[in-house]
């Protein structure tokens, strides 16, 4: 039997005295894309900034890989197995595109630099901008930092990739690029966590859809079925708001 | 006015080996008061954005005690009550010592322009976008890693102005320092003062050396900022 990659038990958040995760429980399989949306507000990037604790949760638990993320003490290892990609890129603007990938695989695997930049050739390669490599990260197109940051992403070689809405801050002819890097990587069986509103790589790319609102999960479903016959209310109206919108 | 200008006694002995020792020593004491200064500035800084309370009350209670206190009153504590503070044997080996007016003024403006420094990082990093952050430690780098290698190289190039108008600072306030008997430019001009009445002479020579490495300062930084600069942070190529 296959255990869950990642496991969230009885999770909850709070900003202040606002609970922006309420008692969540969920897990997902390893080799699985899973798209998870909800309206703006609704607790989504909280959740994903959870599985690499980069919010410190107070009740409840995230288990990864079989570790509990409220126990570690080697926080920044376990991050390393996971990758993480984020709205606005987030690349490091005074550091080339090879810096940027190469950072981590140095410093947080002690990777020696030629053989850091022989596996970022290849990301690089695997991502279609090879020849962006030595480049500042402002000289290039919205697409190519977020192509860029997830070969940054990629160069600790993650069991997890988690995407915090990767196109919406993208110019609507840069936004294919970008999904079908991430096609790649699921179709190569890549486990991911996609917060996003692309319902058409929510249909045609992931395995399941989360649906999250006020800071619950709401509905679990297989992709196809999320769409076609979803079971909640609130699921059914987000869908025709977001399906009318395009 | 009728004053009879005699530049010439300026470069007389012993009047050109003072002005030269002067500029020497304020050139010397700018320095490395301010690499010093840079060093315990960056450190200051960052304790102050750590997550630990403690280390954050540390640099706080640090900026605030040496950022208020006038310059002129810190340098008579280090020269006049610091050794009586210090244990017998250090005392007498701390006045023994060579240059102790050098080496007072020293720590007086390092760890004075340190809390300048340490207050104008903290503004520069709270600048950065956490999403810098975010990224760097998701990435598995540690919290001393993602200063070390992300927000600090990112916070000193928006801050490279700002750094190099704390040198000029430093280096006029290098001045102050002639008060506890450092022989630096102006300290040298009221020396030959002293020695010949030609104040006038003196404190231009004085002036001039300040403008002129003011000068060079200025173009200096302006070059580093250019090599330095983010593109479409600073300016494009
Ligand atoms: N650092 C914070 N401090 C206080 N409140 C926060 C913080 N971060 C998020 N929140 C609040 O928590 C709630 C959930 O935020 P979150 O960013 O997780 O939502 P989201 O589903 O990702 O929304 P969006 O689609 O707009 O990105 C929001 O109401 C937000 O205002
Ligand atoms: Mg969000």
Redesign the pocket.
């Known amino acids: 039997m296959t255990l869950p990659l990642v496991q969230i038990n009885n999770l909850s958040l709070r900003y202040g005295n606002f609970v922006a995760l309420d008692d969540i429980s969920i897990d997902f399989m390893p080799g699985t894309c899973v798209v998870i949306c909800g309206p703006s507000g609704s607790g989504?990037?909280s959740l994903l900034r959870c599985v690499n604790r980069l919010e410190d949760f107070g009740t409840g638990d995230v288990i990864f890989d079989g570790q509990s993320l409220k126990s570690a003490h080697n926080i920044s290892k376990i991050r390393s197995n996971i990758g993480m990609v984020f709205q606005h890129f987030e690349l490091y603007p005074h550091l080339s595109v090879m810096n940027n990938i190469t950072l981590a695989p140095r410093y947080v695997n002690g990777i020696n630099r030629d053989e850091a930049e022989a596996k970022a050739h290849k990301l690089l390669e695997r991502v279609g901008i090879l020849d962006q490599a030595n480049k500042y990260p402002d000289e290039l197109s919205g697409g190519q930092q977020q192509r860029a940051a997830i070969a940054r992403a990629l160069a600790l070689e993650p069991k997890l990739m988690l995407f915090?809405?990767p196109t919406s801050a993208l110019d609507p002819e840069m936004i294919s690029e970008v999904l079908q890097v991430m096609r790649d990587l699921a179709r190569n069986g890549m486990t991911m966590l996609v917060?996003t509103h692309e319902m058409g790589f929510a249909r045609d790319v992931a395995d399941e859809v989360v649906f999250m609102d006020k800071g619950k999960v709401i509905e679990r479903n297989a992709s196809g079925n999320f769409f076609d016959n979803p079971q909640s209310d609130r699921a059914k109206e987000f869908i025709d708001r977001v399906l009318q919108k395009i | 006015m009728n004053y009879e200008f005699d530049w010439s006694l300026l470069l007389e002995e012993p009047n050109w080996s003072w002005v030269i020792e002067g500029i020497a020593n304020t050139i010397q004491l700018s320095l490395v008061a301010w690499g010093c200064a840079l060093v315990l500035g960056v450190l200051i800084g960052a304790i102050r954005m750590s997550k630990s309370r403690t280390l954050r009350f540390i640099g706080t209670t640090y900026v605030e005690i040496f950022r208020n206190i006038p310059l002129l009153v810190q340098l008579f504590l280090w020269f006049f009550v610091f050794p009586l503070l210090l244990p017998d044997d250090l005392m007498r080996a701390w006045n023994r010592l060579d240059g102790v007016p050098f080496l007072t003024a020293l720590i007086g403006l390092s760890l004075f322009t340190a809390a300048r420094i340490a207050e104008q990082i903290r503004s520069g990093i709270s600048s950065i976008p956490k999403g810098q952050f975010l990224a760097a430690y998701s990435t598995g780098l540690t919290e001393v890693q993602t200063f070390r290698h992300v927000i600090i190289p990112y916070a000193f190039r928006v801050m490279i102005p700002a750094i190099a108008s704390e040198f000029l600072t430093i280096f006029k306030n290098s001045a102050l320092t002639l008060t506890i008997g450092v022989a630096e430019v102006t300290g040298a001009a009221k020396t030959i003062e002293a020695y010949t009445f030609r104040g006038i002479e003196a404190y231009s020579a004085a002036s001039l050396t300040y403008m002129l490495t003011t000068a060079s300062v200025v173009i200096f930084m302006g070059w580093l900022e250019h090599a330095l600069r983010i593109p479409g942070l600073i300016g494009k190529r």
């Open positions: 989504k990037s915090d809405e917060v």
